[in-house]
């Protein structure tokens, strides 16, 4: 599965997601708004072993390709993997994880596509400013709790 520019390497990975049955995949271009990268996918999983199954297809088809990631996290978890393609930031979520931390919902100014079942991608309408309560849930923990500091914590602290 050769890749050449940024947008392939993200539908392709997009693809490789739907290919162990992620759920809402979404590819947000945010390269105009942001130097982290060119391109954000987005998608959702059922089950810690899926959010799982779904990062190492991922990593085995695309190191096939020669791509190697900058780095992986939260593999051991399985509730929220992200992995680095440089140009390219894959998030792979336990759907209420995503949820929570509501990605698309910080990016709601950049264009970003679907990815249908049949492999092609077509765009979303801009779901418009944050509503209230996906702000005020940004703001607090699973429990209900409410976040301070940084993400991760530095030196240990919750």
């Known amino acids: 599965m050769k890749t050449s520019g940024s947008r392939d390497k993200a539908a392709a990975i997009g693809r490789l997601a ?9 590819i947000i271009e945010i390269g105009s708004l942001s130097s982290v990268c060119e391109y954000l996918v987005v998608a959702g999983a059922s089950s810690e072993r899926q959010v799982q199954a779904i990062a190492m297809h991922i990593e085995e088809e695309l ?3 020669g791509a190697r990631p900058l780095g992986i996290e939260g593999m051991g978890e399985g509730r929220w993997v992200l992995m680095d393609y440089d140009d390219v930031v894959a998030h792979i979520f336990l759907n209420p994880v995503r949820s929570h931390f509501d990605i698309e919902g910080l990016w709601v100014d950049a ?10 991608l077509s765009a979303r309408q801009a779901p418009g400013r944050r509503n209230a309560a ?10 209900g709790e409410e976040l301070r500091g940084t993400f991760p914590p530095k030196g240990g602290e919750a």
């Open 63 to 65: 190191r096939k390709d």
């Open 18 to 26: 739907q290919d162990k049955k992620a759920e809402e995949i979404v």
């Open 111 to 120: 264009p970003s596509y679907r990815l249908e079942e049949d492999g092609t």
């Open 134 to 143: 996906a702000s005020d849930r940004s703001k607090e923990g699973a429990g």
